[in-house]
């Protein structure tokens, strides 16, 4: 099967602030896990883009979300684009996913990296009973995918400060496994917080995002 999969344009729909989320059609026999990236390619652009698939496995489009006013001409030119009209994706990759036997997930996302954990707890509503999941949700802006999010995780909480996010980490047993996705900073400092605490290493997996 090949890695490179042409995905046609459907809509995009605004979530809160400058965030949107894209919806292409989903390809016959595309497959993906909850959790893993897509490398976006439009034509006739050189410099092809990662983005996090927000859609869960059984949803009917291929989505992904991100902010678009940062000025980049990529965003910009997703912005305008005409239904039908198509991008590329190579993939899916990274393994930033379920563990097959494991029952007990802490989610901490910040900001837009709440996008694979929109897909993981729909996964695991659909597909994963009994599994436990708590997700945390830092952004002084607002939440994107909040309704959906507390829905479905079983417990969720949505600081909007790095203190009162930072409260929240303490009160975890450290046999859990811990998934952090945000920007570089955000990662990098909560995984040495989480070691400090006691978790051990092989229970964090992260998700930097690729393209901040």
């Known amino acids: 099967m090949s890695l490179f999969k042409k995905l046609h344009f459907i809509k995009k729909e605004k979530e809160n602030g400058d965030i949107y989320t894209f919806f292409f059609k989903k390809p016959a026999n595309f497959k993906h896990k909850a959790g893993q990236h897509g490398i976006f390619i439009i034509p006739g652009f050189y410099k092809p883009h990662p983005f996090t698939l927000s859609s869960s496995p ?3 489009y291929v ?3 991100t902010h678009v006013d940062t000025g980049s001409k990529y965003k910009q030119k997703l912005m305008t684009m005409a239904e039908s009209s198509s991008i590329v994706m190579l993939g899916p990759i990274m393994d930033f996913t379920f563990v097959e036997g494991a029952e007990k997930y802490v989610f901490l996302a910040q900001g837009i990296g709440i996008t694979p954990f929109r897909s993981m707890l729909l996964d695991s509503q659909a597909n994963l009973r009994g599994v436990n999941t708590t997700l945390i949700h ?10 959906l999010t507390e829905k479905y995780a ?3 909480y949505y600081p909007t400060s790095a203190d009162e996010f930072r409260a929240h980490i303490t009160k975890f047993d450290h046999d859990q496994l811990f998934y952090l996705s945000g920007s570089p900073k955000f990662v990098n400092s909560t995984k040495e917080l ?6 051990p290493p092989r229970n964090i997996k992260t998700d930097t995002f690729l393209g901040y």
Do not use: M, R
């Open 154 to 156: 079983t417990n969720a």
């Open 58 to 60: 059984d949803e009917k």
């Open 63 to 65: 989505s992904f979300a």
């Open 194 to 199: 989480l070691t400090k605490q006691g978790v």
């Open 138 to 147: 830092v952004d002084s802006k607002g939440h994107a995918f909040k309704d």
